[in-house]
Nanobody, 127 residues
Framework: QVQLVESGGGLVQPGGSLRLSCAAS????????MAWFRQTPGMAREFVAY????????SYAGSLKGRFTISRNDAKNTMYLQMDNLEPEDTAVYYC????????????????????WGQGTQVTVSS
């Protein structure tokens, strides 16, 4: 069993930055690949980025590459999402997720690939 706890959300002005953290506890084999998703009211969860333990291999949603940076520190069992040059459209609840699957899995960009989820952290970008 794995527990994921996000932190670091908040209110930021357009153009600002936030760094989200996701602390994992439990079996490390269950967090081979970790990811960030986000969700706005009435919409499905949207893939943001994933990172696996090997390499690591990293992938971003196309529209976010260059503004968001995903990383992980396995010694601290923590994953991060550095978000820069934030836009009002980035306002959402951000969730971290984990799975034992490798990033080669065809479904790795979808919710269905992930077995464990955090409770979410609100990010609001507004002036």
């Amino acid at each position: 069993q794995v527990q994921l706890v996000e932190s670091g959300g908040g209110l930021v002005q357009p153009g600002g930055s936030l760094r989200l953290s996701c602390a994992a506890s439990g079996r490390s084999s269950e967090t081979h690949t970790m990811a960030w998703f986000r969700q706005t009211p009435g919409m499905a969860r949207e893939f943001v980025a994933y990172i696996n333990r090997s390499g690591p291999t990293i992938s971003y949603a196309g529209s976010l590459k260059g503004r968001f940076t995903i990383s992980r520190n396995d010694a601290k069992n923590t994953m991060y999402l550095q978000m820069d040059n934030l836009e009002p459209e980035d306002t959402a609840v951000y969730y971290c997720a984990a799975t034992s699957r490798t990033s080669l899995a065809a479904i790795i960009l979808t919710e269905a690939a992930y077995d464990y989820w955090g409770q979410g952290t609100q990010v609001t970008v507004s002036s």
